[in-house]
């Protein structure tokens, strides 16, 4: 009985272990898909999260300006900080994230 209970424990502790959905070894850039814009002169686009190995970012949440930022990537979560703002992404793959009801992928170059 004692070697099953060690045993469940083990395996509770292993399983509650997230790995990170995204790793990020080279530098990654997330755009906006299907983004409508609008007939204002100053508006650049959609959302755009660039990626860097060392922890920044670049952000634009908007307009045509991207602006420094940081990241942390915490199992399927991204939170980008810029500008004293925190942003909440959710990785859904390698490839796509989701910020609200807006979708980001992986620019390929």
């Known amino acids: ?6 045993l469940f424990f083990a395996i509770l502790i292993f399983s509650s272990c ?3 959905m995204i790793t ?3 530098s990654k850039a997330y755009s906006e898909v ?3 814009g609008s007939d204002e002169v100053y508006d650049g686009g959609g959302i755009y999260v660039q990626l860097n190995p060392n922890g920044n970012a670049g ?4 307009g045509d300006a991207i602006h420094s930022a940081t990241y942390k990537i915490t199992g399927s979560t991204l939170k980008v900080y810029s500008n004293n703002k925190t942003y909440k992404f959710r990785i859904v793959s390698e490839d796509e994230i989701k910020y609200e009801d807006r979708t980001l ?3 390929k170059e």
């Open 59 to 62: 952000f634009k949440l908007g």
């Open 18 to 20: 997230k790995k990170d």
């Open 34 to 36: 299907g983004y409508k």
């Open 24 to 26: 990020v070894s080279d």
């Open 1 to 6: 009985m004692k070697n099953i209970i060690l």
């Open 105 to 107: 992928r992986l620019v």
